[in-house]
Structures are given as C-alpha cells and as structure tokens.
C-alpha cells in the first residue's frame, strides 16, 4: 500500500483541504488528527457536563433563595403593618366653604395646609365609564388609563407584584441591557411607599413592601387601590393627589381634566422635580407624548383621540391663586382658624400645639358664616389708612375693630386693625375684633342699665327721671357736658347718654344684678369681679372691658325680639370621612329680654340716630331706605371711641383707640368708619322694617310729665310701651286723652316739640 492509497479517501471534517500537500503528512500525523477529535469530544462534553451543573446549582440556589425569602417574609415581615385602606391616618387639606347668597349653594373659599397639600377626590369606576353620567365629579376613566399606561400597564391582571418587571429591573440594575419606560415597582407598590414612608433602600425594606402590596391586593380591590394611589402620589409644589395637581397647574377639577392634561399630570410621578409641567416644560411635553403612545398601543384611546390630544393647545396656569390659597389670611380666617382649633381642642382634650397641627392637616371641611361681599366690605374700609389712619402723639397709627353678623349671631365679616394686613395671626396673635378687650364707655348703658330696668318695670319709655348731682357712698357721677338737666324722660336721657340716669338705674336694681344679666343673658364674659360696682356698669368704665364681638351679640337683642345667640364663626365642622365633629346648629338662644322689651329699647336706641339730641346722628345719612338703633361710647378720656348698631339686616359694632392708650383727636371716628362699612353692606338691599312686638304699643305722650298726653299738653311726642306697663293719662293738663298714633310702624319721629323742652 502507497501513500496514494492511504490517503485516495476524504477527511470529513477537512473537505476543504483537499488540495494541501499530501507530501507534508506522515502516519504520526494521523494519530495526532485522532487524538485531537477525540479531545474535542470529551471537551464538549465536559462542558455540557459544567453547564448543566452550573443550571443545577443556580436552580439549586435559586430554590433557596426563595425559600429563605418566603420563610423570612412570613416570619419576619408583617404584611399588614400600617396598611390599612380602610382608616387612612393621612395629611389632608383644611377648606373652608361659604355659601353663595345666589345661589344658596356652598362654594369653596379658602384651603389651609400644613406640608401636605392634599384634597381627596372620589373614583368610582362604574360612574367613570359612564359617558351619560354628567354629574360625575371624581377621578376620570382617562386619567386612570394614563396612570395605568405610563406606570403599571399589567396593573388589573398582576396580584400586587408585577414579577417580571422586578427580575427585569434588577437585571437590568446590573446588565442595562434593555431600556424600559416603566420601573420596578407596581401602582401597588408605590401607593404602599406612599402609605408608609417606608424608602429605606435595603433588601428588607423591598421585602416589606411586596409583602404589603400582596396583601392589599388580596383584601381591596382595584379600583380602591388605583383611588387611594391617586390621591397620595406626590406631584410637585408640595402638591399630593390630582385634585390639588389639577387645580395648581390647570386651574380646574379633576373631572374638567382633558386627554392631554391628563397625561401631563401621569407624566409627573416619575420625578416631579423633573417633569413638573411649569418648572420642567420640555421634559413633561416628551413624557406627556410617551403616556398618549402608549395609552394608543394599550388600546385605551383610539388613535383619532390620540391625534386630537397630539394637536391639543397645552393651557398651563400653575398658580397659588387656582387652590384658593392666600399668602395673607383675613381677619375672618385668622378668627376661624383660632376658633375651630381651640373647639377641638376642648372637645378631643387635646393641647394647643396638637390641635393647630391637626387643624392644619386633618382635611377638615368648615362651613363658615363669612359673607365674602361683606368682608371685601370691612376689608376695603379698614385697609384705607390714609382715609383713616388717624396719628397720635407718639406717632402710632389709630387703630380699630369691627365685627358684623346677622340676627342669628353669625358672623359675617371682621377687622381686626386699620391698615394692610401684611401677616397672619396664628394662634397667639393679636385679632383685635376679639381680642382687643376695651372700656364700652357709654354703650355699656343700654345693656346693662336701661334694658334690664323696662325688663322688671322699674321704668318705661317716658319715664320721668331726675338728671342731677347724687352721691353714692362718697363717689357722684358727672355727665360729659359738664351740667344737670334735671327732670328728663328716660327717652331723653338715653338720646342725650345722660350719665346720672343709668347710675341710679344700676343702682336701683344693685350692681350684682346688672352683672348678671350681663354675663348670663348676653353672654360677656371679658368682664371681672372688679366691675360689680356703679361706675363700670352705668357709664361704662370698667375694669375688664369688652370686644367688639361680644359687643355686636348684646346689641343684636334690640334688633331680633330680645334673643341672645353666641356669636359664631362656622356652621359646622366636618372631618374628612365627612363625620360631623363640631356644629352651632344646636345651640340653644337665650331669652334676654321680651319681645316687647326689644321693641321698646328698639325704638328708644333709634332716637340716639334720629333725634335732635341724638349723639350718634351723624349716622342716618349713611342708610338711607331703612332705620338704625345705635349707640355711641367713649372712655376716659376719650380713649376708646364706639359705635355700636343695627339695621334690620345686620347689627355691627365699631371700635377705635391706640394700642397704647391716648386721647383721640377724633370723637365721631368710630361712627364714621361703622357708617363707610355699612352704606357698602347694605347698597342694593331692598328696604326692611324692624319686626314689633305685638305685645307692644305706641302711644302720645307728655314731655313734661311723662304721662299719656292728652289734647290739652302743651308738648308730646311719641313712645313705645309694653302693654303691660303703659303710663296713665297725664292730669297736670285737663284734657281729653289721646287716640293712638295713625304713625307707620316703625316710625318713631316726634311730633310737635323735641324732648329739650322737657328739662
């Protein structure tokens, strides 16, 4: 055998080198050719052998892993810890809500916040879907499809835990061998990070939060989840849910939301520092595009929504103004918020820090008696301090107070200074409408003298009283002009704010019973023991003091047939499960005065306004179309000046002073600024009457004697009377006694001569 014949065959694995040189090769180059393909067998089996038990050993691992996993998850971890969608304990935002007055409705005014801002908005899946439901106001089916898209888009078929997205991205953390538009973590996931704060970046902290995703995933459904999810995201600005996103950068609901906006919104959560819409345009516009591509590739839109969304004006707002949020509270508000929180800190047992911070972020729905036009009103008045900003003589500005409020003790708009308001109060700061306790001076007379004393009968109308120089245990009381009148009419007394006449009423009933009265049936409480005495009751010098607020409710008794209603800020207080937790719908009114009492100091206190004599007369040309009973008060030494009346709409009390104490150049200030509030209140209103008591009677009477007149009185006028205390007919004068007036009700002008002849 040659070499020809050796090698006349083919080598199938080296077709190719047919054409090599035969000459090169020997019978040792064969078996090396052997031995080499053996090699390579065994080579790859070895490597199968390597593999397969590489696969077996990470299976192996694997299976532990997961066992090691599942045994500390159900022995370790807690699933249900602080997730519970039933019993939210989360920060939501206070809103005050007022009622408009055309349409009875109540509307949203003001919104008060801690560091969360959130407004929890329904989402009920049914009433989304349904197109015909117009009345539908929460979370709409196309903002939930964009959430759904961008964030989750296998969220309605996983059970809490999206388990190829979590190998995918941890994979992925290690070998990016893939670019993804969705993250790790599922819309369950999230909304658990949401719940608890929990962000610590361990393996135990991800362990936690499967174990609590799966769990609300087994105990709530979907749409429960997707609702909760939505209002807890955050979504920039301290903003957190959609329905303050879509207020902050839309300026409407969410419901009022369109296609694109909707999807801008979906674009933020990824980071809102990064896809804000106002702060970060361009990165929102991309992702907001991304969301519509994939709400198309989801089905979830059609691609001629699609293309109209593509085409849609982007209308950004992004403004303080669309939460209804003020940098600087009113004075109403600084009340309200000082009112509502101490309520709930006297109903919960709370202290004042924890009720301020739970009155911040309990989400809190108040019902308050503002009246919005009312307050512009005050607002526009006081905030004038060149009009009225008055100087003293150390420089200081004049400074006031006003309260306004209806007959059933609501309050409807507050001043609590002269000048811009530039701050807010909080819990310790000054609101001088409340706080800002002075002497009432002379408008302290009708409360606490006269109305008491034609309460028990001791006087009535026309009552005969001795203006003169009497002692009381060594102190006699002076009038402000200086003099003695002598034998006047209470009419004329009160008109004229006699001082002598009130003393001897206190006096007459004993101090301890005027105090009383006003403690008990008008409800002052800024008063102290110290003011049980003539002089602070009769005239008004008091030792405590009173607010303007206080000062409005007693006053209002002359306007609404002698019932005493606490002043009040709010209707009522609602937590956010809509559970009522404070109200002044059940509070019961007291019973001053008769009702035919109230008539008779009504008509005695609108002579201060229309009488000759009156010290308040500068106030009939303010309201024009109806009647005011006022009262005017000054202190000592002229520094506290009041104003303090009604109209049969609304009763208002006018305080003016320093805050240091000094004389005020200005006497009628007070009456000036309570008129420039009101002619605003009441312009437009229709004309009103006082109601009068049927029990009460107008009839001539005697200037000189105080008795029923009769044809033969050289000088009557006209007076109001309880039946029951009706004067007998004058027998200084021989004469035929008179019929009753044929005077319009609530027409209380004098005939013949004026109560200055009555001396």
């Avoid at 370790?76 to 009622?99: A, K, P, S």
């Avoid at 103004?321 to 006297?346: C, G, P, R």
């Avoid at 104490?661 to 200030?669: E, K, L, N, R």
Wanted: glycine content about 8%; hydrophobic content about 35%; some cysteine.
């Amino acid at each position: 055998m040659n070499n020809d014949d050796i090698f006349s065959h083919s080598d199938p694995e080296n077709d190719e080198n047919k054409s090599l040189d035969l000459n090169s090769f020997s019978s040792g180059a064969v078996d090396d050719a052997r031995k080499k393909r053996k090699k390579k067998k065994l080579g790859k089996q070895r490597f199968l052998k390597m593999f397969l038990t590489v696969v077996l050993v990470g299976i192996i691992t694997v299976s532990i892993i997961a066992g090691t996993f599942l045994v500390y998850a159900f022995t370790m971890v807690d699933g249900t810890m602080d997730v519970n969608l039933d019993d939210l304990e989360l920060n939501f935002t206070t809103t005050i809500y007022v009622q408009d007055k055309s349409s009875d409705q109540w509307v949203e005014y003001q919104r008060l916040h801690g560091e969360y801002n959130r407004i929890w908005v329904p989402y009920d899946e049914k009433a989304a879907n349904d197109k015909e439901n117009t009345e539908y106001k929460g979370i709409p089916q196309k903002l939930v499809d964009a959430f759904v898209a961008i964030e989750d888009k296998r969220f309605y078929t996983h059970y809490g835990v999206d388990w190829k997205r979590t190998f995918g991205a941890v994979i992925n953390t290690f070998i990016p061998i893939y670019s993804s538009r969705q993250g790790g973590s599922t819309i369950t996931q999230q909304l658990v990070k949401n719940l608890t704060g929990d962000k610590d970046t361990s393996a135990s902290r991800k362990v936690r939060e499967i174990m609590r995703a799966r769990y609300l995933e087994s105990k709530y459904a979907k749409p429960t989840i997707i609702e909760c999810y939505l209002n807890t995201i955050p979504m920039g600005h301290g903003l957190y849910g959609v329905e303050v996103a879509a207020n902050y950068y839309f300026g409407k609901s969410v419901n009022e939301l369109t296609l694109l906006e909707c999807a801008s919104l979906a674009s933020i959560t990824k980071a809102p520092s990064n896809y804000a819409p106002d702060d970060e345009p361009e990165n929102n516009k991309a992702r907001r595009e991304t969301v519509l591509s994939l709400m198309l590739e989801e089905k979830y839109i059609t691609k001629e929504e699609y293309d109209a969304a593509m085409g849609e004006e982007f209308n950004l707002v992004a403004s303080k103004e669309q939460l209804n949020e003020s940098e600087v509270n009113n004075y109403f508000v600084d009340a309200l918020i000082v009112n509502v929180t101490k309520d709930l800190a006297q109903k919960y047992g709370w202290d004042d820090a924890h009720a301020a911070e739970n009155f911040y972020s309990g989400g809190y729905k108040i019902y308050a008696t503002l009246d919005p036009v009312i307050q512009s009103n005050v607002d526009e008045v006081f905030s004038n301090a060149e009009a009225y900003g008055i100087k003293g003589k150390d420089g200081n500005q004049l400074q006031g107070a006003f309260t306004v409020m209806d007959y059933n003790g609501r309050v409807k708009g507050l001043a609590g200074g002269i000048g811009q308001k530039t701050v807010n109060l909080g819990l310790s700061g000054f609101n001088r409408a409340t706080d800002a306790v002075r002497q009432p001076g002379s408008t302290m007379k009708p409360i606490a003298a006269y109305a008491p004393a034609i309460e028990q009968g001791l006087i009535n109308y026309s009552s005969i009283v001795n203006d003169t120089a009497t002692s009381y245990k060594g102190w006699t009381p002076k009038n402000w002009y200086s003099s003695y009148w002598g034998n006047v009419t209470v009419q004329y007394a009160l008109e004229r704010s006699i001082n002598t006449i009130p003393v001897y009423l206190v006096n007459k009933m004993t101090p301890q019973v005027s105090y009383e009265f006003l403690t008990q049936k008008l409800g002052i409480t800024t008063l102290n023991e110290n003011d049980i005495d003539l002089s602070p009751l009769g005239m008004g010098g008091t030792n405590g003091g009173i607010t303007t607020i206080e000062s409005a409710a007693a006053y209002a008794i002359f306007g609404n047939g002698g019932i005493y209603r606490e002043p009040t800020l709010y209707y009522a207080v609602y937590n956010q499960h809509n559970d009522v937790v404070l109200s002044h719908e059940e509070v019961e009114p007291t019973v001053a005065i008769s009702e035919d009492t109230a008539t008779v100091m009504n008509k005695l206190l609108q002579n201060v306004v229309y009488g000759s004599n009156g010290t308040g007369r500068g106030a009939a040309g303010y309201i024009s179309n109806m009647k005011i009973y006022a009262k005017t008060g000054t202190s000592n030494n002229s520094n506290d000046l009041w104003f303090v009346g009604g109209t049969p709409y609304y009763v208002a009390s006018c305080w003016c002073g320093y805050d240091t104490q000094q004389t005020i150049s200005d006497s009628a200030i007070a009456l000036k600024m309570w008129g420039a509030v009101m002619s605003k209140v009441h312009s437009g209103l229709e004309a009103k009457s006082f109601e009068e008591s049927s029990y009460a009677v107008s009839r001539y009477y005697c200037t000189e004697t105080g008795l029923l007149a009769t044809d033969a009185c050289p000088s009557k006028s006209v007076g109001w009377y309880k039946k029951n205390n009706v004067p007998s007919v004058c027998t200084s004068h021989s004469g035929t006694a008179l019929d009753a007036p044929k005077a319009e009700k609530g027409d209380s002008e004098k005939t013949e001569n004026t109560q200055g002849n009555a001396q």
